[in-house]
């Protein structure tokens, strides 16, 4: 089985803080996403890699970088996390030449 | 503006009716509907579809596409309180790996 693992499932950080978000897979899958799940949003994207070192934007980059050192890990970086970024961060990887994410448990991060 | 729309926002029905669920799309350069079921926990994969008229089924649910009206439906027959969690609709554009999201409909199955 796919195995998608988002290091932490619950997360307090104060206003200004810088938040990393890991998210580490086992099935040498070459895609990774990072979504934010919002009530009444669904599911947005913040960022995407295809391959080591490769991100792209999604569609709501503003706030976030990210980073793709080993094909397995894929970091969501918070620089100066404020709290309209308390949401439900969930990370997903999916094989190139497929089309199903699989994805993480989440981490519900909230900025106080 | 690409963008996937689902109905009901959320539903509520006692167990053993049937539901369902709607999915409308506006996509450019569709490529594929996936449908995932997210309880309390990380979203799983229920069906990937790619051609219209062609029904997937797994057990007591099912799900159709429509591509000319640009839409998917997901069916839960006899539906028990295990199916209690949000349905998540996305459709995956052939442009680079992206992929949109609907809201999901919460579906609530009370005994």
């Known amino acids: 089985d796919v195995k998608v693992t988002q290091s932490s499932r619950y997360l307090v950080k104060r206003t200004g803080e810088k938040v990393f978000l890991e998210c580490v897979q086992d099935?040498?899958?070459?895609?990774m996403f990072w979504y934010r799940q919002d009530p009444g949003l669904g599911l947005r994207l913040i960022y995407f890699?295809?391959?080591?070192?490769?991100?792209e934007k999604g569609d709501i980059p503003e706030g976030y970088s990210v980073s793709r050192e080993k094909k397995e890990r894929f970091s969501l970086i918070l620089e100066s996390a404020s709290t309209n970024q308390t949401s439900m961060y969930l990370c997903?990887?999916?094989?190139?030449?497929?089309?199903?994410?699989?994805f993480g448990a989440g981490t519900r991060l909230s900025v106080l | 503006e690409d963008k996937v729309v689902q109905s009901p926002l959320s539903l509520v029905v006692h167990e053993g009716d049937t539901v369902t669920l709607n999915c409308s799309y506006e996509?450019?350069?569709?490529?594929?509907l996936l449908w995932y079921k997210q309880e309390k926990k990380a979203p799983t994969f229920l069906f990937m579809l790619?051609?219209?008229?062609i029904e997937k089924k797994s057990g007591r649910l099912s799900s159709i596409l429509d591509k000319k009206e640009l839409f998917s439906i997901l069916n839960i027959t006899a539906t028990q309180t295990g199916d209690s969690a949000i349905y998540l609709c996305?459709?995956?554009?052939?442009?680079?790996?992206?992929?949109?999201f609907g809201t999901g409909t919460s579906l609530t199955v009370i005994p």
């Open positions: 997903a990887s999916s094989l190139f030449a497929k089309n199903i994410q699989y």
């Open positions: 099935m040498d899958h070459e895609n």
């Open positions: 890699s295809y391959d080591v070192k490769m991100k």
């Open positions: 996509v450019t350069n569709f490529r594929s």
């Open positions: 790619t051609s219209s008229g």
């Open positions: 996305a459709v995956e554009a052939n442009t680079g790996n992206q992929f949109y």
